[in-house]
């Protein structure tokens, strides 16, 4: 039977780790898959995350089985730092799931369950396995444009009118902050004009928020979230704890429904707890009791936010860099798009080949549509892409 299979293409990002593993050059720089990296290119464990996971050894006395749906206390605390004061616990359904792909993956079942006919609204371009998920599911995808390849910034007209096509029912995901793989984000008034296409339509947004603390601050960055929250009586959240918290082979994500009314909040509340039991069972505990742990403790949340900030201040100052660099290099601004994108990614707009190049002659690995993470770079590797950059005639 299993000789049936076909082949599966290698996922684009994760096939970049085993490349850039292989390549035995001195010198080689990883700007491959979404993973945070200090200047040594090591990707540490929080100071708050190994004191959490201190205590939590300390304390636990049972392995036993916890809550379906993930730990109240979780759920609690994910809601308040997505949300803020507008959180409703009456109104608002939560779980915990495997990672943000989990959370993504479920709000996709959740929505298709209330609605067979789905259809997924997704930018141009996404994460791909946002676009890989949901063929799997057979759920139809429409795009809607959203970079534009000259300014390297958001094409917020063409976006509007994309999206407008969308109709109760159908989904439109949206990107909280951090924009993957393009670094081009929306201004608040921008989500301010999307919230009015969406209060027009009755689509329901699902905000991906892997990104939260990594790109202006961790309020700043929750933003756009909260004002859709604010306006739209029916909203999905799918936001990840891998990045902002490190701790990515933990696989802690949350989903969140907002819904208009405690009843609905029950039916949404029963059938994602009702997704997980079908999937895995149980979500992962560690990771979302280190989540729990960290942001209901005031010091470590205050270590936490404190090291978020030092990371987040990082990636700025090496966009920064890159662009004078590049500045320095092209004799013009055409690269301080660098400097304005927010988050890991920037999208560099390099074409397939010149991307081959920059591998094959400078041991530069980016993923194939040239998105580049930021947080691989360190002072000593910026002049270098420099170079290569200008060198393949970017
Ligand atoms: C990325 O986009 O590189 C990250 O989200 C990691 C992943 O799972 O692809």
Redesign the pocket.
Known sequence: MLGNLKPQAP?K??ALIGEFRADPRQGKIDL????YKDATGHTPIMRAVLEAEKRMLENETTKTYAGLAGEPEFQRAMGELILGAGLKPETTAALATVG??GAIRQALELARMANPELRVFVSDPT?P?HVSIMNFMGVPVVTYRYFDAETRGVAFDAMKQDISAAKKGDVVLLHGCCH??TGANLTLDQWAEVASILEKTGATPLIDL?YQGFGDGLEEDAAGTRLIASRIPEVLIAASC?KNFGIYRERTGCLLALCDNPATKELAQGAMAFLNRQTYSFPPFHGAKVVATILNDAGLRADWQAELEEVRGGMLRLREQLATELRDLAGSDRFGFLAEHRGM?SRLGASPEQVARMKEEFGIYM?GDSRL?IAGLNEATIPVLARAIIEAGV
């Open positions: 996922d990002i994760l491959g898959v979404g993973v943000g792909t994460w396995n993957n793989p892997a891998s990614f993923v993470n």
